[in-house]
T-cell receptor, first 118, second 115 residues
Framework: EAGVAQSPRYKIIEKRQSVAFWCNPI?????LYWYQQILGQGPKLLIQ????????DSQLPKDRFSAERLKGVDSTLKIQPAKLEDSAVYLCASSLGPPRGRAIHEQFFGPGTRLTVL | AQTVTQSQPEMSVQEAETVTLSCTYDTSESDYYLFWYKQPPSRQMILVIRQEAYKQQNATENRFSVNFQKAAKSFSLKISDSQLGDAAMYFCAYRSLDSNYQLIWGAGTKLIIKP
């Protein structure tokens, strides 16, 4: 079974530039997550999709970050314009379904994209 | 709000020895899940082990086991017979069974294996 795919693996940009990340979840996984992981910290959830609808985007800085999941499969996360503090690893994860009660629905993570903003 | 604390930024252990990573959490809930994730230099987060709070028995997965102390709100990970491939960041995470299903993450512990 293929895992969660992400690209690019690395990206270096100047501040105020734009950047986009792509994620392809495991086939059949309805729920997709984007996390931001700053060096020395645990991941922070940016946005959660259920199929092509947004479940939670409460921690997404909507003035500069946007995300979409057209057709309920692939997803892109965009930053425009980037700031120095956006330097981080951006992780994509997917699960069969959303966590509900005792249903674990383990999250499977991709390799992440390391973004450096200069 | 729930919080997860990992007080050891870095730990080291001799290959083949046993090491314990600490995690404490704060919650007012009685039922929840706890997880340990491993993140090697490749950055891919991998689930190591999970514990359901209502179960008294500590979870075990091969060389990995937990010591779950519910009253003390402690959830430590023990790695036996440490191997070079165990070198990674280890993150403790909490998940509620109520309205907020997000994973709450600790800051991580870097585990170094000495050959």
């Amino acid at each position: 079974e293929a895992g969660v795919a992400q690209s690019p693996r690395y990206k270096i940009i100047e501040k105020r530039q734009s950047v986009a990340f792509w994620c392809n979840p495991i086939s059949g996984h309805a729920t997709l997550y984007w996390y931001q992981q700053i060096l020395g910290q645990g991941p922070k959830l940016l946005i959660q999709f259920q199929n092509n609808g947004v479940v939670d985007d409460s921690q997404l800085p909507k003035d500069r970050f946007s995300a979409e999941r057209l057709k309920g499969v692939d997803s892109t996360l965009k930053i425009q314009p980037a700031k120095l503090e956006d330097s981080a690893v951006y992780l994509c994860a997917s699960s069969l379904g959303p966590p509900r009660g005792r249903a674990i629905h383990e999250q499977f993570f991709g390799p992440g994209t390391r973004l450096t903003v200069l | 709000a729930q919080t997860v604390t990992q007080s050891q930024p870095e730990m080291s252990v001799q290959e083949a020895e046993t090491v314990t990573l600490s995690c404490t959490y704060d919650t007012s809930e009685s039922d929840y899940y706890l997880f340990w994730y491993k993140q090697p230099p490749s950055r891919q987060m991998i689930l190591v082990i999970r514990q359901e709070a209502y179960k008294q028995q500590n979870a075990t997965e091969n060389r990995f086991s937990v010591n779950f102390q519910k009253a003390a709100k402690s959830f430590s990970l023990k790695i036996s017979d440490s191997q070079l491939g165990d070198a990674a960041m280890y993150f403790c995470a909490y998940r509620s069974l109520d309205s907020n299903y997000q994973l709450i993450w600790g800051a991580g512990t870097k585990l170094i294996i000495k050959p």
